[in-house]
């Protein structure tokens, strides 16, 4: 009982920060995208190079501040929150200065003792792919029309999936999605999922229609399937690189839940899918 308390206090102080950060904007979204990037990191760093006692300080440091450039520097641009000239001399400053990380960081590895340099190297930037760059350009969803209602939409959406796939899925499922390496997913809670998450649309259609001027309810619908189907696949990701290192969580920093890498498993994919999407739907609709 006390850890069903525990849990439920932390998801709820989790969906309240990112709903105000989103809502808020600006600063308060760089921040938490930057915040979400350096604890992931660091935990998907940890858990890589876990068989070898963990990555060694120096470069996870490195690592980590990489990853940072590249999500501040998405962000800075994408929310325009300094004067046109600033923006583009920020920019072109934070694009050239990861590009010197990347060769940094691969020289580091000629002067590494680890016995393989190659795969250490391989995962550091992967980490790089798979959490900073997702994190950083989500910040675009505030160019689009609509877009801080759309990426709220999102994070609910994907919250509402998430709640679909457990409820459906224990009830009645029974036929096994990805036994190879989630046993407990269920082809009926993937569809449940999907249902909760485009049903969804609908609510949000017609019941706040102000902030969905510029999206019909088609459109809205179809992004619940987009989020829907790459939730799954960002939870299966995860499971695949936590089944390979032979580790249940990725952290503990969330009672109750976890680390960080496991509340945004799914968004690290749901982010550039949603994105892709919803720019398509603009320039031909």
């Given at each position: 009982m006390k850890n069903l308390i525990l849990r439920a206090l932390t998801g709820a102080i989790y969906v309240g920060l990112i709903c105000f950060t989103v809502l808020s904007g600006g600063w308060w979204f760089i921040g938490l995208s930057a915040l979400f990037t350096i604890l992931a990191l660091q935990e998907f760093y940890s858990l890589s190079n876990s068989s070898t006692g963990g990555e060694n300080i120096t470069t996870l440091i490195v690592d980590v501040a990489g990853g940072l450039i590249l999500s501040l520097g998405l962000g800075c641009v994408n929310l325009s929150l300094l004067s046109p000239y600033t923006t583009a001399v920020l920019g072109g400053t934070f694009f050239t200065v990861y590009l010197l990380y990347l060769i940094v960081r691969l020289v580091m590895?000629?002067?590494?003792?680890?016995?393989?340099?190659?795969?250490?190297?391989?995962?550091?930037y992967m980490g790089q792919m798979y959490i900073a760059l997702p994190l950083g350009v989500m910040s675009m969803f505030y160019t689009?029309?609509?877009?801080?209602?759309?990426?709220?939409?999102?994070?609910?959406?994907i919250?509402?999936?998430?709640?679909?796939?457990?409820?459906?899925?224990?009830?009645?499922?029974?036929?096994?999605?990805?036994?190879?390496?989630?046993?407990n997913k269920s082809w009926e809670g993937f569809i449940g999922g999907v249902v909760?998450?485009?049903?969804?649309?609908?609510?949000?259609?017609?019941?706040?229609?102000?902030?969905?001027?510029?999206?019909?309810?088609?459109?809205?619908?179809?992004?619940g399937l987009v989020v829907g189907v790459f939730a799954t696949w960002g939870d299966l990701v995860e499971s695949l690189i936590k089944r390979t290192l032979g580790v249940k969580d990725s952290g503990s920093i969330l009672p109750g839940h976890g680390g960080i890498l496991d509340r945004i498993d799914s968004l690290l994919l749901v982010i550039p899918a949603s994105l892709f999407y919803l720019i398509t739907m603009t320039l031909y609709t």
């Open positions: 590895q000629l002067y590494s003792q680890e016995s393989s340099p190659l795969t250490n190297l391989a995962y550091s689009l029309p609509d877009g801080k209602a759309l990426l709220l939409t999102m994070f609910i959406m919250w509402l999936n998430d709640t679909g796939a457990f409820l459906v899925g224990s009830a009645i499922g029974k036929h096994k999605l990805f036994p190879r390496i989630s046993p909760f998450a485009i049903a969804s649309a609908f609510v949000f259609k017609y019941c706040f229609p102000a902030y969905y001027e510029t999206i019909a309810l088609p459109s809205l619908c179809g992004l």
